[in-house]
C-alpha cells in the first residue's frame, strides 16, 4: 500500500497558519480536477461560488483567516 503522503508534508500542513492552509486547500481543488482533465469552466465557477460562499458565511474566529498586515 502506497501511503496518501509523507510525514513531512503532513508536519508542514499543520504548521501553516488556517489562512494559508485554507490557500493550499484550494489549490488542490484547482490542481486535481486539472490532473484528470476535467478543469473546464463549470469547474472554475463552482471553486469560486465555494470561496464567496466562505467569504461570506463562514464565522472567523479570531480572525484566523484575515490577511496579515504588511511589513
Same mark, same amino acid.
Do not use: C
Given at each position: 500500500?502506497?501511503?496518501?503522503?509523507?510525514?513531512?508534508?503532513?508536519?508542514?500542513?499543520?504548521?501553516?497558519?488556517?489562512?494559508?492552509?485554507?490557500?493550499?486547500? !484550494?489549490?488542490?481543488?484547482?490542481?486535481?480536477? $486539472?490532473?484528470?482533465?476535467?478543469?473546464? =469552466?463549470?469547474?472554475? *465557477? &463552482? !471553486?469560486?461560488?465555494?470561496?464567496?460562499?466562505? $467569504?461570506?458565511?463562514?464565522?472567523?474566529? =479570531?480572525?484566523?483567516? *484575515? &490577511?496579515?498586515?504588511?511589513?
Amino acid at each position: 500500500m502506497i501511503p496518501k503522503s509523507r510525514a513531512e508534508d503532513d508536519i508542514l500542513y499543520m504548521s501553516l497558519s488556517p489562512r494559508d492552509a485554507l490557500a493550499f486547500d !484550494i489549490n488542490d481543488l484547482r490542481r486535481i480536477p $486539472k490532473e484528470d482533465g476535467l478543469y473546464n =469552466k463549470e469547474t472554475r *465557477k &463552482k !471553486i469560486k461560488e465555494y470561496i464567496d460562499y466562505y $467569504k461570506k458565511y463562514k464565522v472567523d474566529a =479570531k480572525g484566523a483567516f *484575515k &490577511k496579515p498586515p504588511k511589513q
